[in-house]
């Protein structure tokens, strides 16, 4: 981590610092009998400070640069050694070089839930977690606050505290900010800004500060965002009675679509089931009609033995003018007949039934017509 030479025994002549490391804030610079050679050169970096500590009081502080050692280049040191004039004998004193680069892709969260109030939940609880960016803002004063005489010092050893000082003020920010917690997620980069300005009094005292600070996310309890979920859904559905009717054609069409053994069985028991659904959903709303327009049927004390089911009704779509209508009950068919709708030539189709074909020429509903007589013949 460290280059040094040693040119005159034991003096040394070269004092400076490499470091490949992403963690390394403060390195001592050891050297034999902490004796510095008068005139010895140091070298600081780019990104780097050099902190004398004399006697265990904070010296002079070096920012990058080339210097040689001397009473001149060393204000506070001469002062503290009384030299009134020039000196040549070694002198001793510790030397630590400091890291001022960022630090990048530090991680901060809530270990527990923040209480707050929220205008459209009420007491809700929040946990939230991001990201950050720390740099040495002044050496001198990070040396005396923080390191003291850590030989090497990590960011491990620093990030927790601020961890706790982000939390702290995050917890305050969030509280008495007013903001739903639904629109908070388009206000993380102005929350994180007011919560970087509040924490830099705090980390300034430490001789750091905070370049970036980033909200990534902010959750809810698991059991509030299973409640949004179902909240969203009803939203999507929208209107129950028309869903409801939507799903009762999709069983139908699934029905005709795979016939498998007996068609008409597959197709009763899709719109039984369609059916019966719409109108379980129907009556849940309090509605008093079907989904088709027919009344329930009314409840009966239970006999001693159950009935068997009834038969299932067809249902019929009629081809008009290129287009499809239905599906409609026999009796609405019944309803059509009678006033004109439905001819003996209209084409109708139902689940099961092999194409489609003219009304007169199904058995069902050739019946609907018996009661009134065919067209008379052209000519007579």
Known sequence: MSI?????????????????SRDTM??????????????????????????????????DVFNPGLYMLETNNMPIMTTLQHWSHGFQSPFKSEIYFVNTNRFTDLKWGTKNPIMLRDPDFGPTRIRAFGTYTVKVKDAGKFMTEIVGTDGEFTTDEVTYQIRNIIVQEFSRVIGSCGIPVLDMAGNTGDLGRILAEAISGTIDQY????????????????????????????????DLNRYTQFSAAEAMQAAAANPGGDGGMGAGMGLGMGMAMANQMANAMGGNQGPWGAQ????????????????????????????TKGPFSKATMGQMA?????????????????GWKKAEDVQELAQLFTIMPPPPPPGV
Not at 6 to 18: N, R, Y
Not at 29 to 55: D, M, N, P, W
Not at 207 to 227: F, H
Not at 296 to 323: C, I, R
Request: charged share 20%; hydrophobic share 40%; aromatic share 10%.
């Open 207 to 238: 001789g750091l500060e905070l370049p970036e600070l980033y909200i990534e996310n902010i959750s809810l309890p698991p059991a509030v965002e299973e409640a949004l979920d179902k909240r969203t859904s009803m939203g999507v559905v929208g």
């Open 338 to 354: 009678a006033g004109g709708e439905l001819t003996r030539e209209s084409f109708v189709w139902t689940p099961g039934q092999d």
């Open 296 to 323: 329930p049927a009314q409840t009966h004390q239970p006999a001693a033995m159950a009935p068997p089911p009834p038969p299932v009704e067809h249902v019929w779509h009629v081809a008009e003018n290129g287009q």
């Open 4 to 20: 040094f030479d040693f040119l005159s025994g034991q003096f040394i002549d070269v004092i400076h610092w490499t470091d490949d």
């Open 26 to 59: 403060v390195w001592r610079f050891e050297r034999h009998g902490h004796e510095i050679k008068y005139g010895a050169k140091l070298t600081v970096r780019e990104g780097q400070s050099a902190v004398f500590i004399h006697e265990g009081q904070l010296a």
